[in-house]
């Protein structure tokens, strides 16, 4: 099985370019700085590693039209390795993520005004709690529906 998942930001906006032909296809290419989860050992500095991604067709589209540098994405897809010779003869091998989804890790409110961090983001979908209601973001729970709840 093939299977990845990355949550990391775009380095830069997304480079896009239509294929040749009658139907073309679009063809999105970007990379994500993933944090690396445990900093043990970690010799170099490094706390990110930077990862290739390609997306195609409406993937690619969607890249073009929503993404910029510094969103934060959740991404799935599989690993493609593959290999070419450099104008100066030198073979080079390349490793990138063919995307198969591609969703916002945070809200468009959460990305602006704060340099792109955010404590406590929400998902995509999930507005933010209007002000009068709880500013933790959970809703309460009515009183007398105890027996109704399918947890204690």
């Known amino acids: 099985m093939n299977k990845v998942i990355l949550m ?10 239509y294929s040749q032909g009658e139907s073309s296809l679009a063809i999105a290419r970007y990379t994500l700085a993933v944090d690396r989860r445990f900093n043990r050992n970690n010799q170099d500095g490094q706390t990110a590693d930077f990862i290739n991604c390609v997306a195609f067709g409406k993937a690619g589209e969607f890249a073009e039209k929503y993404l910029k540098k510094g969103t ?8 493609q390795t593959g290999s070419y010779t450099n104008k100066d003869g030198q073979k080079v091998y390349t490793t990138e993520v063919v995307v198969e989804d591609q969703e916002f890790a945070e809200s468009k409110n959460a990305q602006g005004g704060n340099g792109g961090f955010s404590g406590g983001s929400q998902p995509v979908g999930f507005d933010a709690p209007s002000s009068n209601g709880p500013a933790d973001g959970f809703i309460n729970v009515p009183d007398g529906i105890d027996e109704e709840l399918p947890f204690n």
């Open 8 to 17: 990391g930001r775009l380095t830069r906006d997304p480079e896009v370019r």
């Open 72 to 79: 934060k994405m959740a991404v799935t897809g599989r690993i």
